[in-house]
């Protein structure tokens, strides 16, 4: 099992940015595809972005194309989500997963563990 915890959270004005990190613990990082999930409330989960064990196959939700940028560094074993031209609709608790194959995807059930989450708060 590995161990996922977020840091990077917090409140921001719509329009601004935010840097998510997931520092993990464990062997099978490096291998694994990882991906960030959302969750407002009163909603259900949502995907956000996956990447593979190389950082060669990256996929985002059409709600944050062109806005969120995933990115990982096996070498620190961490795993990021740059967040810009942030929305109040934007607004939730951001979780990492590690995905069950080195390719991600973005059905929460092929992930196979979960940070504790970070909440991110974008006031209009």
């Known amino acids: 099992q590995v161990q996922l915890v977020e840091s990077g959270g917090g409140v921001v004005q719509a329009g601004g940015s935010l840097r998510l990190s997931c520092a993990a613990s464990g062997r099978t990082f490096s291998s694994s595809a990882m991906g960030w999930f959302r969750q407002a409330p009163g909603k259900a989960r949502e995907f956000v972005a996956t990447?593979?064990?190389?950082?060669?196959?990256?996929y985002y939700a059409n709600s944050v194309k062109g806005r969120f940028i995933i990115s990982r560094d096996n070498a620190k074993n961490t795993l990021y989500l740059q967040m810009s031209s942030l929305k109040p609709e934007d607004t939730a608790v951001y979780y990492c997963a590690l995905s069950r194959y080195a390719t991600g995807n973005t059905d929460s059930h092929d992930y196979v563990d979960w940070g504790q989450g970070t909440q991110v708060t974008v006031s209009s």
């Open positions: 990447i593979s064990w190389s950082g060669g196959r990256i």
